[in-house]
């Protein structure tokens, strides 16, 4: 199907690590992109491609697919990462446009 | 350094005609490849995509609203302008532009790489 999920909601003890998950049939053949977006700031983008962290994007955001499943990962998750964390991607099914998911809100306790 | 800046009206009425502007800076909307695009994320915390202008004026809509969204730019004062007719109070929310390069007609890919702080639209 062309769509892209995402738990609504994960939680991170600080300093640990999280993975939050986006699953679609499109990730099979395109990897997704991830967002970052906090109230009144503008979102940004943390991941793209195969694992690209565009300038400025600590270390600690990596990313990976496996099947049909894209994660991004925060190792020693901060303060600062709590936010919400929308993925994207190409749509697979030969649609032009591209997927968007729901959401994930990450909370670091 | 690369800008993007929403504007827009205080609340809009129901039924009225939301008008958005997205003013940027650090690069110009005719430089080959350009796109910009308007999101919006709505109280259910979804974001949706809207609409997509290219470098040579082609415009793209999201299907499900397509009928009531027009986008628009002028390119000598770098500013992008959305439309969005009868408004409804599901369509308060968040309202974003951001650029991509390369193909347009995606909407969200290629990746969104910059991004606007947003302007929150309420429908009374």
């Known amino acids: 199907s062309s769509e892209l999920t995402q738990d609504p909601d994960v939680s991170v003890v600080l300093g640990q690590t999280v993975r939050i998950t986006c699953q679609g049939d499109s990730l099979r053949k395109f990897r997704a992109s991830w967002y970052q977006l906090k109230p009144g700031q503008a979102p940004i983008l943390v991941l793209y491609g195969k694992n690209v962290r565009p300038s400025g994007i600590p270390d600690r955001f990596s990313g990976s697919t496996s099947g049909n499943t894209g994660s991004l990962t925060i190792t020693a998750a901060q303060a600062e990462d709590e936010a919400d964390y929308f993925c994207s991607s190409r749509d697979g099914s030969g649609k032009e446009l591209g997927l968007l998911g729901g959401g994930t809100r990450v909370s670091v306790l | 350094q690369v800008t993007l800046r929403e504007s827009g009206p205080a609340p809009v009425k129901s039924t009225e005609t939301l008008t958005l502007t997205c003013s940027v800076s650090?690069?110009?909307?005719?430089?080959?490849?350009?796109?910009v695009s308007w999101l919006r994320r709505t109280p259910g915390k979804a974001l949706q995509w809207l609409a997509v202008?290219?470098?040579?004026?082609?415009?793209f809509y999201n299907p499900s609203l397509q009928t009531r969204l027009s986008i628009a730019k002028d390119a000598s004062r770098s500013q992008v302008v959305l439309t969005l007719t009868d408004m409804d109070p599901i369509d308060a929310g968040t309202y974003f532009c951001?650029?991509?390069?390369?193909?347009?007609?995606?909407?969200?890919?290629?990746?969104?790489?910059?991004w606007g702080q947003g302007i929150p639209v309420i429908v009374s």
């Open positions: 202008i290219d470098y040579k004026d082609k415009k």
């Open positions: 951001a650029r991509t390069m390369g193909y347009c007609a995606g909407g969200v890919w290629p990746p969104l790489d910059y």
């Open positions: 650090g690069f110009s909307l005719n430089t080959d490849g350009m796109c």
